[in-house]
């Protein structure tokens, strides 16, 4: 990157804002979708991993019917076995009341609950409509959080479009937001259920988020179905959002509600979107030699290369080929 790329505003913008937090969903999404039935130790080694390398925030286990997840699949047992580490947050995701509850008696710190903007896609994925969603189950689950010193995010999916109606109106995706967070979510994530989004549509919608002056964390889950999603996360950053949901290696099941498509990979690959933005000299606070051993080892547990791009892109041993200028160049300071 070159300075005279960079204007003076974005500049002082990068200075002030020159950290993300990248949260990590692959223990709860990716290695459930791998179709093998992993042991809890795999799981907790796994978990482990992310924990000491930097990670600040990791999605663990979900919660769900055990008829909806893998053979042997025991969130409690998962969660359990954590060495929990300062100043990282666990997460665990609950489809109900029931699960909700499950949650809180184990030690994770915060509780994730979905829902969708579409009607359709919430029939889907929930089982209910979503005036059924906001009017009974969510209260429920905010209720039994209110007495614990857990957290509640929320994940709104076909934030930017579904595969049933098409796209949503930026003004129906404020409104829900604002009442999620009169409800008491802590943190949303706006999820590109099935990769309907670009870079005009992502700072239109989230501009219009900011300007509510809601008293939230606001991120952002885009998936890859149409190759935009990199794309998408600059555009969000720009944009003024600073978490960022991403799987290692890009692992993911399909997303719930979702028709099956012949891609397996929806997420954003962690470990580019970690160089990218460190390229950018906005900091991660992740260690990249124990990402990539986190990379390894979850293709391992696969049993086959994942499609994240920085494992074989081998980034360390080219740059020590570098010239000194051309190390420059890139690491500029920004």
Not at 154 to 168: D, E, H, Q
Not at 170 to 194: F, N
Not at 264 to 287: A, S
Not at 308 to 313: I, S
């Amino acid at each position: 990157m070159h300075s005279w790329l960079i204007s003076a505003e974005d500049k002082t913008k990068l200075k002030k804002n020159e950290h993300v937090t990248i949260v990590e969903i692959s223990p709860r999404d990716g290695l459930p979708a791998l179709g093998k039935s992993l042991s809890t130790e795999d799981h907790v080694l796994f978990i482990n991993k992310l924990s000491k390398a930097g990670f600040k925030k990791i999605e663990c286990a979900s919660f769900l019917h055990p008829r909806l997840l893998p053979a042997k699949y025991d969130a409690e047992k998962i969660v359990e076995g954590i060495n929990k580490e300062p100043g990282v947050t666990y997460v665990g995701v609950v489809p109900n009341e029931i699960g909700c509850r499950r949650a809180l008696v184990t030690q994770v710190d915060e509780i994730l609950m979905l829902v969708a903007a579409s009607d359709a896609f919430n029939k889907v994925t929930m089982g209910r409509t979503l005036k059924e969603t906001l009017n009974k189950t969510l209260p429920a689950i905010f209720d039994a959080t209110a007495k614990s010193a857990k957290t509640v995010r929320i994940y709104v999916l076909t934030a930017f479009g579904c595969p049933y109606v098409g796209l949503i109106s930026p003004d129906e995706i404020t409104q829900l937001v604002l009442r999620l967070s009169y409800m008491g979510a802590k943190e949303i994530s706006l999820v590109d259920s099935t990769g309907m989004a670009d870079p005009r549509m992502v700072k239109t919608l989230i501009k219009a988020i900011f300007d509510l002056k809601l008293n939230i964390k606001l991120a952002v889950h885009f998936h890859n179905t149409r190759g935009t999603a990199i794309a998408n996360c600059v555009a969000a950053y720009e944009a003024g959002v600073r978490i960022f949901d991403t799987s290692l290696g890009g692992m993911s099941g399909t997303p719930y509600g979702s028709m099956e498509l012949d891609l397996g990979y929806w997420n954003v690959p962690t470990e580019d979107l970690v160089y990218l933005f460190e390229q950018m000299g906005i900091k991660t606070g992740i260690d990249k030699n124990l990402l990539l051993d986190c990379v390894a080892t979850a293709e391992n547990f696969a049993g086959f290369p994942l499609p994240g791009h920085l494992l074989r892109a081998n980034t360390s041993k080219s740059e020590e080929k570098m010239p000194q200028e051309m190390k420059s160049a890139i690491h500029l300071d920004m």
